[in-house]
């Protein structure tokens, strides 16, 4: 059974820093897709990162270089490094796994950017 389990949300200051893990648990036939996508009051859910098999790295246009994936293959966790945080980043921070062609969601972090 496959689990995403997520850590790291939390509250921050503008312009502060945080990290949201996520640890990836199943047995999967090949992970394509390891990232993060998140959900702000009054918008639909977005892209934020991911990470593809070939060592790739995408970001929705809104990061602009703010935030960094990483993703670990070896223990199956993916990590967003989210720095010089803004209020409209507050949300709900959703991880998510695609294997093949099943998409595997995580339980959802809080993120408040408090001004």
């Known amino acids: 059974q496959v689990q995403l389990v997520e850590s790291g949300g939390g509250l921050v200051q503008v312009g502060g820093s945080l990290k949201l893990s996520c640890k990836v648990f199943?047995?999967?036939?090949?992970?394509?897709?390891m990232g993060w996508y998140r959900q702000v009051p009054g918008k639909q859910r977005e892209l934020v990162a991911f990470?593809?098999?070939?060592?790739?790295?995408f970001y929705g246009d809104f990061v602009r270089g703010r935030f960094t994936i990483y993703r670990d293959d070896a223990v199956k966790t993916v990590d967003l490094q989210m720095t010089s945080l803004k209020p409209e980043d507050t949300g709900v921070y959703y991880c998510?796994?695609?294997?093949?062609?099943?998409?595997?969601w995580g339980q959802g972090s809080q993120v408040t950017v408090s001004s």
């Open positions: 199943g047995r999967f036939l090949g992970i394509n897709h």
């Open positions: 998510n796994v695609i294997d093949w062609d099943v998409s595997y």
């Open positions: 990470a593809d098999r070939d060592g790739g790295a």
